[in-house]
């Protein structure tokens, strides 16, 4: 027979016995910010809290199986979900929600250049907020850069992306956090981002649609304005 939980277990042991998540929810309501599902919280997290939150989160998703009527004792296959559940929330699947941004390096654009540049398809894997249903699809970006545009390397769009997508979305939200964030960073003329992705909620569950997809964009700067270059980056993007 299982212990029921106890605030005493959901809390890291050095501390007075409050859960770990209140202690973090507080932080953030006394800061006034919020706290949504794609929300990112790390600068509310103090070191060692996100061990005790995967822990917390164990047990309840624990109370989740037992609610489920699955024997976890005796079920060799189960017996360890709750923790490998915990994992996959905390460390993966939603990690951009706890963790800052990637460190990226910016180089100055030395050379001046000012012609498009496209990257992708950058692979991008997420989760819907509606139901927890994975979210896989791709993502290309095409930047306009200026002589004052800050240069980063092929490969820290991808972290950028992976960092937005690693939390509960939806792909409209997603790509906007994602322009936001690059233009930020880069500081372009232009910025021109599509996402083309399948959503689980629809193919598992609901209708059952394996083959529907969904596709997005956000146009900034001069991609909003000069129509031929939007029609240029929408050409060279090679879609299925």
Request: proline share 6%.
């Amino acid at each position: 027979m299982k212990a029921e939980p106890t605030p005493s277990t959901l809390a890291h042991p050095a501390d007075d016995g409050t859960p770990v998540s209140v202690k973090i929810r507080e932080r953030v309501r006394a800061a006034r910010k919020r706290f949504h599902a794609n929300d990112n919280i790390s600068e509310f997290i103090q070191p060692g809290e996100l061990e005790a939150l995967l822990d917390e989160v164990e047990i309840k998703m624990q109370g989740v199986l037992d609610s489920l009527v699955i024997d976890t004792e005796s079920d060799h296959n189960t017996n360890d979900t709750a923790r490998r559940v915990a994992k996959l929330y905390v460390n993966e699947v939603f990690r951009g929600r706890y963790t800052k941004a990637p460190a990226i390096t910016e180089f100055p654009n030395a050379e001046h250049l000012n012609e498009l540049m496209i990257v992708g398809p950058l692979t991008v894997r997420s989760a819907c907020s509606h139901h927890f249903c994975p979210v896989i699809g791709k993502v290309w970006i095409g930047v306009l850069p200026n002589e004052h545009t800050n240069v980063i390397g092929l490969s820290k769009y991808a972290r950028l992306a992976e960092w937005v997508m690693g939390r509960p979305q939806i792909q409209e939200e997603a790509v906007v956090q994602l322009a936001d964030l690059i233009m930020e960073r880069t500081q372009p003329d232009g910025l021109a981002i599509v996402m083309e992705a399948s959503h689980y909620c629809m193919a598992w569950r609901g209708v059952k649609d394996m083959d529907s997809k969904m596709i997005n964009s956000v146009m900034r700067g001069v991609f909003l304005k000069d129509p031929a270059l939007r029609r240029e980056f929408l050409a060279l993007i090679p879609r299925s």
